[in-house]
């Protein structure tokens, strides 16, 4: 055997057992669960084949289309306004300093709050009844506006909840990404009079495009998911107006315990997060390989 | 270095010659929350409060008084039923499990809870002393699945104070409304006189609450909700009236909005509405409120069951029970389990201090029981108390599918008829999708 044969299967002896574990847990529930779901499936084994019955099901099935009309609406008032917040308060806080390192402490420190404890502030928030909104507007003589019960307003409610709790994970990533770039860039940037918008949009963004597509796409993947928020705030309501895919998955399956439906339904939001991500990518990394 | 690494290993080897525990080992897996600090080491029943708080204890003094059995207790969250399921799916399900009645044909139906007839009979329980009520919420088709641990019925819990404001006190008892009319035109009253709504409800996030209102007023005129196990009939003339009626008083502002259940809890002990129709278990929690001088409840309190608006005078009722899911398991385990139930059936006065109506009649006709403030209002609903058809299963999933529906229609967001159709499409899916 030579010496590139070696450590090809050195490298295949180092990945081996993740690959192992990561099929166990990840690859054959996937395959098991594509499974299931041609089946009428209850949670305690019982199933009978019905082929695709239960993705024909979910294509008529019109409080699916809610909750899918509800997570893209979701994910929209989430990810754009998430990413560029970071960006902003990454770029603020990219500095020495005690300040600046109490501050990124206070924009990471929400994120290490479990969903209970961030559904059980903004509930004191947004409340109609003794809620802090709902008691200002109260103190300036204007009627509290039910934020948890507006079909029109529980939507964006949960978007800012939301938006609160996951700031800290982008601003991170982003910081980490600005302190990629070479400060000798920026001395070039400052000699040649270049103005702090030009050094932001043709050395900073340009520098940091990866770790911004790395923040849309994980952040895209995780909103099409969202659950606890909707589950705790509001169960979904009222009328199905919060109720997001992953939180109809948890019903049908745990409520209904029809496991086949429930599963056609997850295989088909995996297949969306994928070729989401998959878009996401492409359209961000088309030109690179023109460019270098 | 070595030396103490020598004596740790030596430790863990003495640990391992502990001598096995070989009492039988019963275990309990109960909701109703967690308050170890408060209870952890309480046995004293009668000094116990609140649901978990009494449940706690009761289990410290059974392990106390038996000590040749083991209990381990698993708490989980309400009303955790999707861990029992995982559990039973997994093959390891516990033996003593809290379930509400109305899950009870869910686990029946499906072979996966065992029918208890024989611990009943080792833990010497009359199944003959059951209230109707609670027999008929653990009886599927002719064997009992559980023993039944209490009823629970809506109320409706009344401040007096603003019912004397608004004119609807007499003889110092609350003046009720005895049709759907006299219902509005005593709302208006409250409504122009306090200032106040009349009606105090959890409309967020709380399916089950105008369900129950529907189902009682439904049951209350014998309407057939369910023809069969795979039919709902919602779609009829009886529910129209009874949705419209409820959605005027949202409509003319009778009633609180957008509250959720604890806002519509906290609203009620403030003196923010004259009634607030919710369950038994509220009873304890508002007795306390009516005896303490520093709350706006205090001596203003009284309690009623839901008034006869349509058809005769029954409630929708559930309740709690002890169901056994089903496993091979040793006689000397069965046995603990049989001295499980025997003592906890021999403390169902204590636990009926929450609120809720014991499932045995001898407590309910017991002075003791009588003796609690507020008891012999209600104690009619262990006998006038009906649950759904044995047949129903995905109670509970139906409750949310009809719940959703009925938000919808009460708060005006869509016609009540489409509202009704919706619900029953709804429901009769999920039955054509069972098993």
Known sequence: MNAAARDRWAGYAFVGPFLLVYAAVLVVPLAMGLVISLHRADLFGRRAWIGLGNYTQALGDPVLHQALGNTILLALLIVPPLTVIALLLALALNRPGRFAAILRGVFFSSLVLSVTIVTLIWRFILTPDAGLIAEGLEAAGHAPIPFLSDPDLVIPAIAVTTLWWSLGFPVMLILAGLQQVPGDIYEAAALDGASRWTVLRRITLPAIRRTLLLVVMLQTAAQLQLFGQAQLLTGGGPGGASRTIVLYIFEVSFGRWELGYATAIAELLFGMIIALTLLQYWLVTRHEGQRT | MIGRALAFGFALLLAGCAPVDERPTIVVQRFFGECGAAYGT???????????????????????????????????????????????????????????????????????????????????????AFTPAA??????????????????????????????????????????????????????????????????????????????????????????????????????????EIV?????????????????????????????????????????PYEAQAADPRSP???????????????????????????????????????????????????????????????????????????????????????????????????????????????????????????????????????????
């Open chain 2, 244 to 284: 419209t009626t409820f959605r005027q008083l949202n409509a003319e502002g009778l009633t609180t909005l957008n509250q959720d259940f604890p806002a519509a809890t906290a609203a009620f002990v403030q003196g923010e509405g004259g009634i607030f129709p919710v369950g038994t278990w509220m009873l304890g």
């Open chain 2, 42 to 128: 309480s046995t004293d029943v009668a000094a116990a409060e609140t649901e978990c708080g009494i449940l706690t204890t009761l289990i410290n003094r059974f392990e106390a008084e038996n000590p040749d059995i083991r209990v381990k207790v698993n708490v989980v969250a309400w009303p955790g039923y999707p861990q029992l399921a995982a559990q039973i799916a997994a093959g390891d399900p516990p033996d003593l499990v809290t379930m509400h009645q109305s899950v009870i044909s869910d686990y029946a139906g499906a072979g996966l809870i065992e029918p208890v007839e024989p611990l009943l009979a080792a833990a010497k329980i009359d199944p003959a």
């Open chain 2, 297 to 435: 409840l205090h001596g203003h309190y009284a309690v009623a069951p839901f008034p006869r608006l349509w058809g005769d005078q029954a409630a929708f009722v559930d309740g709690h029970a002890w169901v056994v899911p089903a496993a091979k398991r040793p006689p000397a385990e069965r046995a603990a389990m049989a001295r499980f139930l025997a003592f906890l059936a021999r403390y169902n006065y204590d636990w009926s201090r929450t609120g809720q109506l014991p499932a045995f009649a001898p407590v309910v006709e017991s002075p003791a029981f009588r003796a609690l403030p507020h008891r012999a209002d209600i104690a009619a609903l262990a006998r006038t108390g009906r649950q759904l058809p044995g047949y129903v299963e995905r109670q509970s999933a139906v409750q949310g599918l009809i719940g959703e529906e009925l938000e919808a229609a009460i708060t005006g967001a869509k016609p009540v008829d489409a509202a009704l159709k919706d619900a029953e499409r709804r429901v009769n899916r999920l039955f054509a999708q069972m098993m």
């Open chain 2, 135 to 240: 027999r008929a919420g653990v009886e599927k088709e002719g064997k009992l699945y559980a023993m039944p641990w209490d009823t629970i019925g809506r109320l409706w819990h009344i401040n007096t104070a603003l019912m004397a404001e608004a004119g609807l006190m007499r003889g110092g008892r609350p003046v009720l409304p005895s049709s759907p009319q006299e219902l509005l035109a005593h709302a208006r009253q409250f409504r122009q006189r306090t200032g106040k709504p009349y009606l105090i409800q959890a409309q967020v996030s709380a399916p089950d609450f105008h369900v129950a209102l529907l189902y009682t007023y439904l049951l209350a005129q014998d309407a057939v909700i369910f023809p069969d196990d795979r039919h709902i009939r919602l779609d009829t003339p009886e529910a129209r």
